[in-house]
Structures are given as C-alpha cells and as structure tokens.
C-alpha cells in the first residue's frame, strides 16, 4: 500500500491529489493501462483528421454550430434562461439539484454535453471503414465517459457538498477505498465480505462426485419425494463461474430444477493457472462435456441425458453435440442454449475488440502469457457500459467515500475466470473472426469434422432482446442451423438479469410462439407477448422429456463414482486474484 506519508494534508492540495488519484483507476479500466484507452482515442482521431482534410466542410460546419451553441449557453447563463436538453435531464450523472440551480455547475454540464456533442457528432460523420468507424466512435464515447465533470471532485457539486458535510471524511474514506483497490487491481463493485461461497451463495446443497483437470461435476440434492428418471447436465460459462447459476436461494436457477424434480448435475470448470496452457477446444469438448455427460448416465443409470447450456458454455455443447451426431452417439436427448451464439456474424458491442489486427495482437499476448487473464475479460466488458460499471464507482467509491452496497450478480462479475491459450486463440480465431462454426465441415473438432446441421434433437434457445454480448437475433440464427424441433424464446433485460429472472419474483415478461424460419424480424411480429418468467415456460417444455418419475436416489454418486466434497467444490473457490 502507498505510503500515507506522501498524503497532503492541505485541503486544496489533498483535493488535487485524490482528483490525480482517482484519474489513476483508468490503469485497473484498461487492460493495457490508463493510456490504453487515449491512445486509441488518439489514434481513431489521427486518422478522422487526415481524411477530413480532403473535404473539410463537414469540420467547418460543426465547428460553427458549436461556436454558436457556447454563444447561445453564455447566453442563458446571462439572462437565467434554461437550455437543458431532455437527453441531458435524463442522465443519472447529473441528478442533484446543484446541476441545474447553480449557474455555475450548471454552465459546466451544458459545455460537456456540447462538447461530448460535437466529439460524436464528428465521430459518426467520420465515413471510415465499418471497423474504423466503430472504432472511433466506441473510444470517443469512452473519452467522452472518462472526461465527465461528475468524475472529478473540484468538478462535481455533490462530492463537494459530502466533503463539507463531513468535514472532509468523505475523501479521506475514498481515498483509503481507492488504495484497497489498488491492492486488488480492480475496482470493488459490491461489498465483497458480504458473500461466501457455500455459506450465503451458491447454496444449493450437493455433493462432487466426479473431477479431472478439466472440471468438477456436482450432483445436486433432490428437495421432492419422486425425482425424473432423466437426468439435466448443467453446461455454464468457463467465463466467470457457474454459481451465476446458483447465486441466492430465492433466484438460483439450480434450486428451481431441483424443485421441479429434476436430478441436476453441473459442471464447474476449474479456473485454469499457466500449468493448463495447452488446454484446447478438443478437451472443453472430450474430457470436459463429453466426460461429464457419460459420467452422469453412468450415476443416474441413463441411457439419455437433458442438458443446459449458457453463452460460451452453449457453443461448447454446440460443438460437442455436432461431434456426437458424426459418432452416431445419442446420449443427448435434448438441449437448452441460454444467450448462446452459434453464428458469429454480428458479435455484439464487442465487436469493437475484434478485428484481425487487434485479435493478433491479443493472441500473440496470450500466447505469451500463457493465459487470457480474467481481469483483462473483466475489462473488455465493463467497457461497454462504463458510465454503470467504472465511473460510478469511481464517484462513490472514491470521491464520496461510500462503500458499495452487497449485490450478488457483482460479486459474481468480480470473480473472474482465466481461459487457456490454445482454447482461447482457437475460440477467438474460428469463431469471432473466421466464423467457422456456420460452415459444413468448417471446423475438426476431437477428429470430426462438424456440421451443426447434423443436430436433429429438439432445442431451446432462450436469448435476451436487450443482450450486448449476444444479440439475439444472432442467436437466432441458430435455429437456422439446428434441425430437429426448435423451440425460441425471447427474454426481456439482458445478458444476465434476462436470464436469472426467478418465477417467484414475477417479473418482466417473454415472447413466444413466433413463426420460425423467416428471419428474426418475421419471428417476433409473429410471437405473443407473456408476463412474468420464461423458467416456467421452460419447465413446460423439458417436463415431458425428462421421462417418469421414481424415488429420489438416497446418496450421490454410486459405487464408482463415489463422493469426494459437498458442493460447490473447490474448483470454483480459485480466485485470479
């Protein structure tokens, strides 16, 4: 930790460092460091500039209507007119009343948001290629973000009226937060100490029964009398962990299979170290599903299994079941993709990150490290949406000196997760930019060469319509590919909060029913509109596939695969940090 000597004791001075210091937090925001971010602002304007210079009307023009606009605000700020945009009041940032009722700050926010203007304005005017352009227009967005006058204290009324307040307790407590997370190397979005595995998240008793270097697969404990003789095989993410999925009792999805009389196993992937390198697509795929899906048929003495995927746990079982369907293997009776993308066409915001230059880069610094470290993965996502998941936290945090409230989805999306080279370069590469999962024969995958067209079981897709990280009319394209009998669901919310959406809770609402095989469009004009969750409606739809009912096993595991710890196992305890 920073030597407390080096703190001012000068309230103007120590104002001016805590502003220096909390700027700092870019170097935890970027996975490069702070200049990272400038550097690509700098670089996607370098190039704006030099085209501009062949036609430099369109920069004339915005020049002068920003001239005028300032005009116009000293105007206002002159007569006491308001010239507050609606875009402007609605934007959480500027919320205190200071924003509004003080000349001064006011004047403030009005200059930034005709600035941000006239920066975003430039910016999508640009006419660059299609990366370029997204390019230049997601880092101006992020140096706009970064620029915000809430993010500095002399700058923000309300860290200024706190540190009055408290007479200047408040920057003292964000100071002493700021330089925890520096120890940390990231920011703290949730009050971590709240949480435990196995005491107050990821509750759900159950027992491994089976490990290898690729992951622990967990039986869960029947809660009913009578159990479905089929078993469900819970496919998570190797992103972040599985206990997204196991989270609190009242929205674990875990829970509410059990409750419904399902014998439900899950896999949790281990949280690879540099030992684990040479980890690739083959072995997600033959000793990590595969393995898991003849080792709980050997448990449950199935001949078929159901099983449940989400996000890249989903493309994974894609894979696996394209592999199973060349070796005739029908062990797979049906399968469930939860915000899975199969099609890699459109890749969501994150397409900002991936062109082939920048994806070179990327793997030639896996390839060296060993690893896709999960801070960098944590990074690449909190950008997207970093006024919600950087910069408010760097206000509260730091210059107001408030500790953040307990929130499991956050202290979920602090646990990051490492991917192995080989897996990771073999993913980015034949996925994200070569789209080969799409293609007959595209890929060799454990020997096989693979067609998703050969997967003729009956499928679940459930994607979210406000999903950044996997559109859903990408994942749409998946019924597209898959043959057997497709069933679509669209979510409301995104990428997490549409997918752990509890039937307790009796929230949001779904579609359903749409008309399949003309396009997403067609899809959803055609779909009814349901209220509450789409859990439900999915029980609705496995309840007839997961066979008769007997009495619920009295132990886990069986003679072979006996049990070696209570869920939710140490595999899942590995922390990057």
């Not at 030597?3 to 460092?17: D, L």
């Not at 419904?260 to 949280?271: A, P, R």
């Not at 497709?486 to 409301?492: K, Y």
Request: charged content about 20%.
């Amino acid at each position: 930790m920073e030597n407390n000597s080096n703190i001012p004791t000068n309230p103007q001075e120590f104002i001016n460092y805590l502003n220096q210091e909390s700027q700092k937090v870019l170097a935890m925001y970027s996975s490069a460091g702070s200049e990272d971010i400038f550097k690509q602002f700098s670089q996607s304007w370098t190039e704006l500039a030099a085209k501009s210079f062949e036609d430099p009307t369109a920069w004339v023009k915005a020049m002068a209507d920003y001239q005028q606009a300032q005009f116009n605000l000293w105007q206002n700020l002159l007569t006491g007119k308001s010239s507050e945009q609606e875009e402007v009041k609605a934007d959480r940032r500027f919320a205190a009343e200071e924003w509004s009722q003080n000349p001064v700050f006011s004047y403030i926010k009005e200059s930034y948001f005709l600035s941000s203007k006239l920066l975003n304005d430039m910016a999508s005017n640009a006419n660059l290629g299609d990366n370029e352009q997204r390019k230049l227009e997601f880092y101006t967005q992020q140096y706009i973000d970064a620029m915000s006058p809430t993010n500095f204290a002399m700058t923000n009324p309300e860290v200024m009226q706190q540190a009055l307040e408290t007479n200047g307790q408040s920057l003292v407590d964000g100071l002493k937060n700021l330089l925890s997370d520096f120890e940390k190397g990231r920011i703290s979005m949730t009050d971590e100490s709240a949480f435990t595995l196995g005491e107050n998240i990821a509750t759900t008793k159950g027992t491994v029964v089976f490990e290898n270097e690729m992951l622990q697969l967990i039986q869960y404990t029947p809660t009913t009398d009578k159990v479905f003789t089929r078993p469900t095989l819970i496919v998570p993410p190797c992103i972040n962990k599985f206990y997204i999925m196991d989270l609190q009792e009242h929205n674990s999805y875990v829970k509410y299979c059990v409750d419904q009389g399902q014998t439900v196993f899950l896999i949790s992937w281990l949280n690879p170290t540099i030992d684990q390198r040479d980890l690739n697509w083959d072995n997600y795929v033959e000793d990590g599903v595969l393995k898991a899906v003849s080792t709980v048929k050997e448990i449950a003495d199935s001949s078929k299994i159901n099983c449940v995927s989400w996000c890249i746990g989903g493309t994974i079982l894609a894979s696996t079941l394209a592999v199973m369907a060349k070796r005739k293997d029908e062990s797979i009776a049906s399968a469930t993709f939860l915000t899975t993308l199969t099609d890699f066409t459109d890749p969501g915001d994150l397409r900002v990150f991936i062109d082939e230059q920048q994806v070179q880069q990327i793997t030639q610094k896996v390839d060296e490290d060993g690893l896709l470290k999960g801070r960098s993965l944590a990074t690449a996502f909190n950008m997207l949406r970093s006024n919600d998941l950087v910069w408010s936290y760097v206000v509260n945090n730091y210059l107001k000196g408030q500790n953040p409230a307990p929130f499991d989805i956050l202290y979920w999306n602090s646990d990051s997760t490492n991917l192995p080279a080989s897996m990771y370069n073999f993913y980015i590469n034949n996925m994200y930019i070569g789209n080969k999962l799409v293609e007959p024969d595209g890929l060799t995958i454990c020997g096989e060469k693979i067609d998703l067209r050969d997967i003729k079981i009956p499928v679940y897709f459930l994607s979210t319509i406000d999903d950044h990280i996997a559109p859903w009319k990408g994942t749409f394209a998946g019924t597209e590919l898959m043959q057997g009998n497709i069933e679509f669901v669209l979510g409301a919310s995104g990428h997490v909060a549409g997918v752990i959406n509890p039937v307790s809770k009796n929230r949001r609402h779904y579609w359903c029913n749409g008309e399949l095989g003309n396009g997403a469009d067609h899809w959803l004009e055609s779909a009814n509109r349901e209220e509450g969750s789409w859990w439900s409606h999915w029980n609705k739809w496995i309840k007839p596939k997961a066979g008769k009912k007997i009495d619920a096993p009295a132990t886990p595991g069986n003679s072979t695969h006996q049990a070696i710890e209570p869920a939710p196992g140490r595999y899942v305890s590995i922390r990057v940090d």
